[in-house]
């Protein structure tokens, strides 16, 4: 089962009308979900946001009038803990960070399915192997745990390195 043909990602979505919108955020930065359809921030309008937002102080609004990130996310949710809050990251191709943890079920095939992390797609649930919770399938972790072995292998070929260049000087 976790090899199950997972049907085109456009085909799954709740919302084809919001990827339509080709991941251009609105005006102010909000983008629908394409899963749950919600309004939510978006990661890279909450990069613009840093560095200005229009109200002429670099988002350090200190009014609720001003068009910080923050203040959008306050009025969404009347939440002071932005944590909370849903937001679309840009590689998520419009999921937004509450649908990308939850298994989704295709109803014509009952397949259940998750969002992988590392694919950038969907995949069976099954692929998420014991972990069902875990944000990356199987293959993903075991190839995220390939690429650190050879980082922590080629960190040590350099220590060694440098420890033999100041053993000869």
Same mark, same amino acid.
């Given at each position: 089962?976790?090899?199950?043909?997972?049907?085109?990602?456009?085909?799954?979505?709740?919302? !084809?009308?919001?990827?339509?919108? %080709?991941?251009?955020?609105?005006? +102010? $930065?909000?983008? /629908?979900?394409?899963?749950? &359809?919600?309004?939510? !921030?978006?990661?890279?309008?909450? %990069?613009?946001?840093?560095?200005? +937002? $229009?109200?002429? /102080?670099?988002?350090?609004? &200190?009014?609720?009038?001003?068009?910080?990130?923050?203040? %959008?996310?306050?009025?969404?949710?009347?939440?002071?803990?932005?944590?909370?809050?849903?937001?679309?990251?840009?590689?998520?191709?419009?999921?937004?960070?509450?649908?990308?943890?939850?298994?989704?079920?295709?109803?014509?095939?009952?397949?259940?399915?998750?969002?992988?992390?590392?694919?950038?797609?969907?995949?069976?649930?099954?692929?998420?192997?014991?972990?069902?919770?875990?944000?990356?399938?199987?293959?993903?972790?075991?190839?995220?745990?390939?690429?650190?072995?050879?980082?922590?292998?080629?960190?040590?070929?350099?220590?060694?390195?440098?420890?033999?260049?100041?053993?000869?000087?």
């Amino acid at each position: 089962m976790k090899d199950a043909p997972v049907p085109d990602f456009t085909s799954l979505v709740n919302f !084809p009308v919001h990827m339509a919108t %080709k991941q251009i955020p609105s005006q +102010d $930065g909000m983008r /629908n979900c394409v899963m749950c &359809g919600k309004a939510c !921030p978006c990661s890279a309008s909450s %990069k613009n946001m840093k560095k200005g +937002d $229009g109200n002429g /102080n670099g988002g350090n609004s &200190g009014s609720n009038s001003g068009g910080s990130m923050k203040n %959008k996310l306050n009025m969404m949710g009347n939440n002071p803990n932005m944590s909370q809050v849903a937001i679309i990251p840009t590689q998520n191709k419009g999921l937004c960070t509450v649908c990308d943890v939850n298994v989704w079920v295709v109803t014509a095939t009952r397949l259940e399915i998750k969002w992988c992390k590392g694919c950038k797609n969907f995949r069976p649930w099954a692929a998420f192997g014991d972990k069902g919770l875990a944000t990356k399938c199987v293959r993903c972790r075991e190839r995220q745990r390939e690429k650190y072995a050879l980082q922590k292998e080629e960190k040590e070929k350099s220590k060694l390195q440098k420890k033999k260049l100041a053993a000869k000087e």
